[in-house]
């Protein structure tokens, strides 16, 4: 039995994720980037990160084929860059947050995080490609990261401010 893709995506949007933005520069050196919320460590040894794409999205080849590429982790106050760099049809970096970072690549300079690497395996993920990244540097701030869930931005609760269930 398989489940049915609008279960599965009501399911799945209970999840709680990162708000990233993925980053690269073309081999002619135009800017590239799109939202990704499927965003996640994989490896320490050694230190990989994947991320996946759609196979139709407009920068995927630009993606599956750069030598490095940035990940930027939002923080509060970011999330209308997580949906201009969800759309299609516009320039992305024409509101000119996005500067040179680690290699070099397109980054916020206020973001949560930031991790730069070099494109270690593409594989395949149904209809997205999972992005491997072998991580060569990374930031981090002090800024409160943006997640993501039930089709809404969210921030996470510090844990020093949970209280204890009874």
């Known amino acids: 039995m398989t489940v049915d893709s609008a279960e599965f995506t009501r399911a799945m949007a209970r999840v709680p994720a ?21 965003f996640s460590a994989l490896s320490l040894d050694p230190p990989l990160v994947l991320i996946c794409l759609d196979k139709k999205a407009s920068t995927h080849d630009a993606f599956t084929t750069a030598e490095h590429f940035l990940v930027n982790v939002l923080a509060r106050g ?6 201009r760099f ?13 500067v040179p970072c680690e290699r070099g690549l397109p980054g916020l300079a206020a973001a949560a995080a930031r991790v730069a690497c070099s494109l270690h395996a593409v594989m395949d993920g149904g209809d997205h490609s999972i992005l491997v990244g072998r991580v060569e540097t990374a930031y981090v701030s002090t800024r409160t990261p943006l997640v993501y869930s039930d089709r809404a931005f969210a921030l996470p609760v510090p844990a020093d401010r949970l209280t204890a269930v009874r």
């Open 18 to 38: 990162p708000v990233t933005v993925a980053t690269t520069v073309t081999a002619s050196g135009e800017h590239r980037g799109f939202t990704g919320s499927s």
């Open 86 to 98: 969800a759309k299609s049809g516009v320039d992305r970096f024409a509101d000119g947050d996005m």
């Open 78 to 83: 970011q999330a209308e860059v997580a949906l």
